[in-house]
């Protein structure tokens, strides 16, 4: 059986198009049912990614994933739900400033991301103190084979060189980078083939190198 049923993917197809509270409410036991397949899923990758990756150890599926209400007080758009479910995977919150793993599933969309979003002024300074003095160890893990296959290096950039660096140092690119993520993107075939969670649980191992540089910086 599929860990990702196909019944998941299409209730949030047609929540997309119907994102209201009266289709949500009529829905409701389908809904129960998509977030209970997702939980499921989540907590088996857990179990899996937890072999190699301490941060993943103990974690409570249900304490992972996000709420599907959105917070629609300053927002322009204020359709009530979340066309998606997603799960932050990591022991300590993504607001923490450590890194971690995020799960999105999304028909057409789902993906998963790994690294630190948007870490305070002082975690970021160290982590680029480590790119500048540990350039090598860095470059060792995003020039490995699987990692340039599989994933893709995002996050946002100054234009300018932080304060304290040298425009000349050979890492000053990606010292540059505000943020620091790796990215990868899933078709629906594979989200609900048999063999996902192992698909999934692959591309975190490839992702927990990346990672465990990010949190020994971030201390």
């Known amino acids: 059986m599929a860990a990702i049923q196909k019944d998941t993917l299409q209730f949030l197809t047609e929540l997309k198009d119907n994102n209201d509270r009266d289709w949500f409410n009529k829905n409701k036991d389908r809904y129960v049912a998509a977030n209970e397949n997702f939980i499921s899923f989540i907590q088996l990758l857990i179990n899996e990614a937890s072999r190699f990756d301490p941060l993943m150890a103990g974690l409570d599926a249900k304490k992972t994933v996000f709420r599907i209400y959105r917070d629609t007080r300053f927002a322009k758009d204020k359709s009530p739900y979340k066309a998606?479910?997603?799960?932050?995977?990591?022991?300590?919150?993504?607001?923490?400033?450590?890194?971690?793993?995020?799960?999105?599933?999304?028909?057409?969309?789902?993906?998963?991301?790994?690294?630190?979003?948007?870490?305070?002024?002082?975690?970021?300074?160290?982590?680029?103190?480590?790119?500048?003095?540990?350039?090598?160890?860095?470059?060792?893990?995003?020039?490995?084979?699987?990692?340039?296959?599989?994933?893709?290096?995002?996050?946002?950039?100054?234009?300018?060189?932080?304060?304290?660096?040298?425009?000349?140092?050979?890492?000053?690119?990606?010292?540059?980078?505000?943020?620091?993520?790796?990215?990868?993107?899933?078709?629906?075939?594979?989200?609900?083939?048999?063999?996902?969670?192992?698909?999934?649980?692959?591309?975190?191992?490839i992702m927990a190198p990346f990672n465990s540089f990010l949190n020994a910086s971030f201390g």
């Open 84 to 205: 998606n479910f997603g799960a932050w995977l990591s022991a300590r919150d993504f607001r923490q400033g450590i890194a971690g793993y995020y799960f999105h599933l999304q028909p057409g969309g789902s993906f998963i991301a790994g690294g630190g979003h948007m870490p305070e002024p002082a975690r970021l300074k160290t982590l680029r103190q480590e790119l500048s003095h540990n350039g090598d160890a860095f470059l060792q893990i995003i020039n490995n084979t699987n990692f340039k296959k599989k994933l893709e290096l995002r996050g946002d950039k100054t234009s300018k060189v932080p304060p304290g660096f040298e425009k000349d140092d050979p890492m000053i690119e990606f010292i540059k980078f505000k943020e620091l993520m790796v990215h990868h993107q899933i078709d629906d075939q594979t989200v609900v083939s048999d063999n996902f969670v192992a698909y999934c649980t692959d591309i975190v191992s």
